[in-house]
């Protein structure tokens, strides 16, 4: 059974990091965009950061403003989300998603995605 599993999230003090990860199990990563989302209580899902099949290539919502780094370890199947500098508005639930599709240009919108992990809760306190 394909999966995308999370890990990484906690409570975290604002100003502090966390590196979220999603491995994949069942599927590979290696020729498909990944993705970060976001989901506050009472809020739309919202794009965070995306990467290219290679891992050469991000996007990243303005919100960031440089403090994310997205990756991807195609030989451990898996892809990264280092946040540093976090803010309380940061606290929601982050998912990653991968295509099925082969694509070149990264996506930033979470329809383009075809599988998408649990979850994984960061909880920012101010």
């Known amino acids: 059974q394909d999966q995308l599993i999370e890990s990484g999230g906690g409570l975290v003090q604002a100003g502090g990091s966390l590196q979220l990860s999603c491995a994949a199990s069942g599927r590979t990563l290696s020729n498909y965009l990944a993705g970060w989302f976001r989901q506050a209580p009472g809020k739309e899902r919202e794009f965070v950061a995306a990467?290219?099949?290679?891992?050469?290539?991000?996007t990243y919502a303005d919100f960031v403003e440089g403090r994310f780094t997205m990756s991807k370890d195609n030989l451990k199947n898996t892809v990264y989300l280092q946040m540093d500098s976090l803010k309380p508005e940061g606290t929601a639930t982050y998912y990653c998603?991968?295509?099925?599709?082969?694509?070149?240009?990264?996506?930033?919108?979470?329809?383009?995605?075809?599988?998408w992990g649990q979850g994984t809760q960061v909880t920012v306190s101010s």
């Open positions: 998603a991968v295509t099925r599709q082969v694509r070149a240009v990264l996506e930033a919108t979470a329809s383009g995605y075809d599988d």
């Open positions: 990467i290219s099949a290679d891992g050469g290539r991000t």
